[in-house]
């Protein structure tokens, strides 16, 4: 499994490396900011590492689309603006003291200053946003917003919750992450001029490569250790967040078992032992395991709305992504 | 002056009541959130009796330019909903206890809540901006934001610093609000389609306006009762933040007086005799009256950007509005 996993992400890299640097180069050119506090509060959270997973995801789209006018690079910037500027809000609003393996950024500067400066990151997306002239990017970019903000609020008003259901945490994860990624391939068939039928196509791709990609996240929370995951592993548990390897734990286990398992959560200062032990329950009940077949049937989903696309390198690369979505370890 | 300042409020209030009842109507039917949480806390800032200058503007700058679509009043809600979403945001930052006479969001809900809902509100407005199908548009709303969200980090980073000078305030109130007031304005001409000139002229108007109703809000500080004010009087000094009243007493003041004020503006838990003892200070160095000065500057400058128009219904309320803007109480 590893060796498989580090195949297809060494090829995707090697497909994909000059696109990244390119990137990489017109994240730091567009930033563009009048303070120096800004730039380095932007700076710290921005190039810390991000996969670029959204902005890539624009180019390949419009490529595949057949775009030609040679701004996707400096368009694609807008969604990994918008999600880096969710990331310093949702850091505040969660108390997170980690992000991509670094210092949260409030826990530098003032929390105010962050937020200031997620809001600053927004009206750069924005600003390019309109560069593009098409409205429906900027549709794209408020509904993105709309529902980001009010899934994390909604996750924040269930926080603790024992009894979320399957249905809610789906509803919690496509608005806080496949909307964004949904609509960063959604823009770029928008930009190529693309009839509707492969509009949607992209757009239901992103939908089901996010929901897949939210659950490896969510999984990784038990499995992966510090160092790959550039968080500490239970986050969630600590936050009071349930995801899916839980939910469904809870719904199969005894009575015995779901008490143990719900005095193990509510724990706010969980060790690493009782962590075991929770994530021992959440194998017995197979959690884990429904959890990767439901973000398994969502890879799937999205390769398949790939098909209306002809052959082509930009098409391998999304089936491959898609692949890697629930193969990575971190 | 009370007689004369009411008489322009009411003759003001008279000619838009009907615009200022479709206004708030928009506001309502707009808003449009899937979470009733959501609704609470955008509803409790947005409906606690906002004096609706920036929709207004827009919608007599769209006519004033003979926009005839008949969009005026749906479109200004992106000015309504895009300053509510910086209130909620300055609110937390600010950590302000009071916001138009009731409890301020954040004192009520969580202050993640609020910021999120902030969130929501700035994507509102961008939304409903994406619907007027002119990126010039977008671009304005992109401008605001990221001018405000830096004008704001700034005054936090300058705050409780005793030399600040004319020149930082007036940058700094120059982000915050006269840029906002500026794209309400500016927004009305673009929707109307009309030239270059009078688009200018009416960005100008909403610049000088923004100005000069910044200063009359932060005389207000020293001036008003809290009743009037909706906040309590000397928020600004208790907040460290220096403006112009105090800058330009400050620059004048003799060593004893200087450091009289300083030592006075330093005590964050000012009393109501130190804070009448500071306004004695600031009336012998002619810091009150300098600042009106200023904003009277301001006032005959955005009255006579409007010369490039005919005589009209909505150009003399424009001129009204620009009066009041330094007669107000409130």
Redesign the interface.
Known sequence: MTGKRDALKNKILSDVAGDLAEIEKALADNLA???P??SDIAGHLLFSGGKRLRPLLLVLSARLCGYKEGYEIVFSTIFEYLHAATLL?DD???QADLRRGNTAAHRIW?A??V???G??L???S??I?????Y?EI??I??????E???G???Q??KKGRLDLSEQEYMEIIRAKTAVLIRGACHSGAVLAGIDEKRKRALSEYGFHLGMAFQMADDLLDYTADVKTLGKTPGADIREGKLTLPLIFSLSKADETDRKKIEDLIQNPDISVKALNDLIDMLHKYNGIGYTESKAEFHVKKAKKTLDVFERSQEKNILMMLADYAIARNY
């Open positions: 900011p009048r303070l506090l800004v809000h505040v609003v969660d003032k105010p200053e937020i200031l400066t809001d600053f927004l009206a750069r924005l600003s946003a309109s560069r593009t002239k409205p900027i549709e970019v408020a509904e993105i917003t709309e980001m903000s009010q994390e609020i909604d924040l008003d």
